[in-house]
């Protein structure tokens, strides 16, 4: 992969109390890539990318992003969280806020941004999601892809350079995939730094540079979805694509 | 001639059609929607054409209290409770009740003796208080009445409303206290009755509330120091009573002060009720902090929110409406603990109705005392309940779909 890695894993390592999560953990990813990560349930697809904005802490190794290691030092990690936005399976929005205050909170607490000039940052975000005339509701007044589709605008406003999706589309109801989906190859088109855990092989095919497949805690394989799809080497990828793909 | 008729009952009965004719669907919603002024989605609910007039309240009884036969029992029990306890309590309470006069008409009459409160409601709300200077802690207790009431009034939450209380408090302390504008001084051990029951309860629950919050807080924290404390404090006063803890505050305390430096008494109970009730109110709100799911606090961390601003703006919103209930509960539980503190020897409300017993003239009509001092701090628990009621509504509306 590229050579300026804008996030860097080398051998990371992490356990939940004896359960072994993650097993030497290596992965480069270059600024603009957008890299899919699949893999069966319980493989640390999720674990790995959680701990590339510290929601979870690893154990071993290192993790780099974008030139600043991540470790217990406060002062990392919140640089590194600013840099870093990220899109939960379950939206996560903030539910005694509305739509536009849910955009605007972390702006103006975090970044010291102005109530009006983020607020026009945030329709303008909202538009582009195509949910501007919802910006006075709360969220529990949207469906769930609209839902997620304000969480995208909300990492959004934090003008973040790297954006962290875990599994963005698992928790809707099939109708309301493509919505999402095409919000997030919009912004694959714009050139934004992209890890995302998602089971949509369309998705991963159509807008990935490159799919790393995970099991067990490590990285089984990982290349360009040409020949990921095409042509996998381990028979363990050649497994879960029977399984992924037969539905 | 027929073609006469036939002409004139046509003629009567399309004339007669639109008013005489039961309103089909589609003209009944517009009179509604017209006779209502409301809005066009009220009017497609189907009126049911006098039915529910009709129904009361005989219907009502037959499906309600008449429904089963174990309800019909039911319903004839209640009856006749009602029936044997409701005509003794009204005849005491209000038909052959004295209203006016002195101890020897009401030791004559059937009924209950409301006079004692017209002779004695002085004492019973203000206690000790110099009986010339009472108009003092009267208007010290309306002015924090006043204040407690507009501050729960949406529109006067704004920045002057700490202003206002501030400017109140002062006011309070010079009517209480005295020694300045020509009002004589009046040392705390005077206060009695209502102002003694409302201030402690008011600011010990002003305080207990923030700090139960950190209470709860620290007993969340990850630094084991914190939370050690926290728990240990929680579990120490949530495992002795009240009395002990006001005991240990007006009796044991002193003695651990240096020589010369004391604390006056009215203050140190305010503490020992304050940390009680801060004990209690922590598990209250821990109830809530524990509600939140765990997705708020990691949006929280992803957007870089540090620990104070993820608690402030939004695990602490959430949390707090939740309890709402069971903190307002507590609220209540101090206000009425505040009769506690008569075992250190304060007057609040209820001592200062028991000090009015003991006169002998009055001796046998304890009981409306009582049940006026009940009144009293009914009317209190009762405001403060039905304020809760109406703050959940307040609190949830982002809940509406």
Not at chain 1, 14 to 22: D, M
Not at chain 1, 217 to 245: H, M, V
Request: proline share 6%; hydrophobic share 45%; net charge neutral.
């Amino acid at each position: 992969m590229t050579e300026n890695a804008i996030i860097e894993l080398r051998k990371v390592g992490k356990w939940y109390n004896s359960y072994h999560a993650l097993r030497d953990v290596s992965l480069k990813i270059g600024k603009g890539e957008k890299v899919v990560v699949c893999g069966p349930s319980g493989s640390g697809k999720s674990t790995m990318i959680r701990c590339i904005n510290r929601l979870e802490a690893h154990q071993t190794g290192h993790i780099i992003v974008d030139g600043t290691e991540l470790t217990d030092d406060v002062k990392s990690v919140e640089t590194i969280r600013r840099k870093v936005g990220m899109v939960f399976q379950n939206f996560n929005l903030f539910p005694h806020l509305t739509v536009l205050q849910n955009l605007t909170l972390a702006p103006i607490w975090v970044r010291g941004m102005a109530k009006s000039e983020i607020e026009e940052i945030a329709m303008m975000y909202l538009r582009r999601v195509r949910i501007p005339d919802q910006a006075q509701k709360f969220p529990g007044q949207l469906s769930g892809g609209q839902q997620q589709r304000v969480a995208i605008a909300r990492a959004l406003c934090m003008k973040p350079e790297i954006m962290l999706f875990d599994e963005p589309t698992s928790a809707l109801d099939p109708e309301m995939v493509k919505e999402v989906l095409d919000v997030m190859t919009e912004l694959a088109g714009e050139g934004m730094t992209m890890v995302c855990v998602t089971h949509e092989m369309g998705f991963a095919r159509q807008v990935a540079d490159s799919v790393v497949f995970m099991a067990e805690g490590s990285i089984i394989e990982s290349g360009t979805p040409a020949e990921f799809f095409e042509n996998p080497k381990s028979e363990r990828t050649r497994q879960f694509l029977g399984q992924i793909l037969e539905h | 001639m027929s073609k006469d008729t036939r002409t004139d009952s046509t003629t009567t009965s399309a004339g007669a059609t639109p008013a005489g004719a039961i309103p089909t669907g589609p003209v009944q919603p517009v009179t509604w929607a017209a006779s209502y002024e409301e809005e066009p989605s009220q009017a497609s609910v189907p009126p049911q054409p006098g039915g529910m007039t009709a129904l009361k309240p005989f219907g009502w009884a037959k499906d309600n209290l008449f429904n089963t036969p174990l309800n019909t029992a039911l319903t004839v029990a209640c009856l006749a409770v009602l029936w044997y306890a409701v005509p003794p309590m009204a005849n005491w309470l209000l038909l052959n009740a004295v209203w006016t006069g002195g101890s020897e008409i009401c030791r004559e009459a059937a009924g209950a003796c409301w006079s004692i409160i017209a002779v004695k409601h002085r004492l019973i709300f203000f206690g000790t208080y110099p009986y010339d200077e009472q108009w003092r802690p009267f208007l010290a207790c309306g002015l924090f009445v006043a204040l407690l009431g507009a501050s729960g009034v949406r529109a006067f939450w704004r920045p002057w409303l700490a202003g206002v209380w501030a400017l109140v408090l002062v006011a309070m302390g010079v009517l209480m206290w005295g020694g300045v504008f020509g009002l004589t001084y009046v040392a705390n051990d005077k206060w009695g009755g209502l102002p003694i029951t409302l201030m402690l309860s008011v600011f010990s629950i002003a305080i207990a509330f923030p700090l139960s919050i950190l209470l709860a807080l620290g007993r969340q924290s990850s630094l084991p120091a914190i939370r050690t404390f926290c728990v240990g404090f929680i579990e120490t006063m949530r495992g002795v009573p009240l009395v002990s803890v006001l005991f240990m505050a007006s009796v044991m305390f002193p003695l651990f002060l240096p020589e010369g430096v004391t604390v006056d008494k009215l203050l140190r109970a305010l503490a020992g009720m304050t940390l009680f009730t801060a004990a209690y109110l922590a598990e209250a709100v821990r109830g809530g902090l524990q509600a939140i799911p765990k997705g708020q606090y990691e949006a929280a961390d992803a957007l870089g929110l540090s620990y104070w601003q993820k608690t402030r703006l939004i695990v602490l919103p959430q949390a707090l409406r939740i309890v709402i209930p069971p903190i307002v509960n507590q609220f209540i539980s101090a206000f009425k603990d505040t009769s506690l503190v008569t075992i250190v020897g304060l007057y609040d409300l209820l001592t200062a109705a028991t000090v009015a017993t003991t006169d002998p003239e009055w001796r046998p009509f304890f009981a409306e005392v009582y049940i006026f001092a009940g009144l009293m701090f009914w009317i209190f628990c009762f405001s403060m309940s039905r304020y809760s009621q109406w703050l959940e509504r307040l609190a949830n509306r982002y809940n509406r779909r």
